[in-house]
């Protein structure tokens, strides 16, 4: 055989390798695609590796078919409370920013103190808030470790509410985490991590996320809806050409609602938290319409919206509140705003209550 006969039968067999190798390369890059956006097993990505979900025994009373412990509303100790009793059938979910539940750098009676934990008296404070809200799912943001959220449930549970699973997210901010409770079986859990995303030139990644949990339907076993928790960049440390870190947040924003919206597809999702910014600024406004979510329009029982003061310059602001994607709003009451309590927290609770079709029906069976 000829060299050039040899040499054209080399380059033919090497031809069909490099096709081949090509086509498996294709396929593993449109695989990984596809799983990174979607996720192949459950809504899962392979590559995700989301937070545990944490189940806790009961200390007392019994669980309903919904989940939720027998009992009526537990007010606040010797507070009148403005929270309504949450009828048959209802689902109530409330947002919580706790304000450094953690061991952190903080003044306690004027004095610095550091990696200090949160103090007794802000404790309790937070405690009868969400005794007397009486929610059956919490969402909340800056917490610490599972540590301090076992640590809040057991005091809560000391004084008859119970808290059967949780989920506390893992992000590049260690101390202030986001942390979800629920009296309902969380059947399945899904964390965007560090999500990277793009502000101008750069690649920036999210701190703390976005946590999002799927439930059944109380009423239709095999039917979920999503409820979710997020806390976006604050402006704090923000300089002039930052611009208040509004690109940021949009951003942001943009990145973990398309998460959440992928993995709830067209099934009923909520997300609720601290967005740092309010509703209506433009930025804001137009990513929620572009992601084809909408602001739950929140008032306290004198009828105002606002959610997080402001100390230093005492103002008021809405920070904390409500979204949902259209399936969603047919669920959702109007949010209530719970009130803030500076001994508890510079944010106030916000809660709303779901109401499942045919839901009271199966109640009162």
């Not at 539940?101 to 009676?109: E, G, K």
């Not at 402006?235 to 924003?253: H, P, Y």
């Amino acid at each position: 055989m000829s060299k050039a006969r040899k040499v054209r039968g080399l380059i033919k067999r090497s031809g069909r390798r490099g096709i081949f190798a090509l086509f498996w390369t294709l396929f593993l890059l449109a695989l990984f695609w596809y799983d990174s956006r979607y996720g192949l097993i459950d809504g899962v990505s392979l590559f995700e590796s989301p937070p545990r979900i944490h189940t806790r025994g009961l200390s007392g009373g019994s669980a309903d078919s919904a989940g939720r412990i027998d009992g009526t509303r537990r007010p606040a100790s010797g507070k009148p409370s403005a929270v309504p009793v949450k009828s048959a059938g209802t689902v109530r979910i409330c947002t919580f920013n706790v304000k450094n539940y953690t061991a952190t750098d903080r003044y306690v009676d004027g004095v610095w103190r550091s990696r200090y934990p949160k103090p007794a008296s802000e404790k309790r404070a937070i405690r009868n808030i969400l005794l007397d809200i009486d929610a059956d799912i919490l969402l909340l943001q800056e917490i610490g470790s599972e540590i301090y959220m076992d640590e809040l449930l057991d005091s809560l549970a000391a004084e008859g509410l119970e808290y059967l699973y949780y989920v506390v997210a893992s992000g590049t901010d260690p101390d202030r985490r986001l942390a979800i409770a629920s009296k309902m079986e969380i059947s399945q859990i899904y964390s965007s991590g560090d999500i990277v995303f793009a502000v101008g030139a750069e690649l920036k990644s999210s701190p703390r996320g976005v946590l999002l949990a799927r439930f059944e339907y109380p009423n239709l076993p095999g039917k979920f809806w999503f409820a979710g928790t997020l806390h976006l960049k604050s402006k704090f440390g923000a300089k002039k050409a930052d611009g208040l870190f509004n690109a940021f947040r949009s951003a942001e924003l943009s990145t973990l609602l398309g998460f959440a919206r992928r993995k709830a597809g067209a099934n009923p999702a909520l997300l609720a938290g601290d967005f740092n910014d309010e509703p209506f600024e433009e930025h804001i406004f137009n990513v929620l319409k572009r992601e084809n979510f909408s602001y739950i329009v929140q008032s306290d029982y004198r009828g105002r919206a606002y959610s997080y003061h402001w100390k230093r310059r005492s103002v008021n602001y809405i920070y904390d509140f409500f979204i949902a994607n259209p399936q969603a709003k047919l669920l959702m009451s109007t949010p209530r705003v719970y009130g803030v309590d500076a001994s508890a927290s510079d944010h106030s609770a916000v809660y709303v209550d779901l109401k499942f079709p045919g839901a009271d029906i199966a109640a009162s069976n």
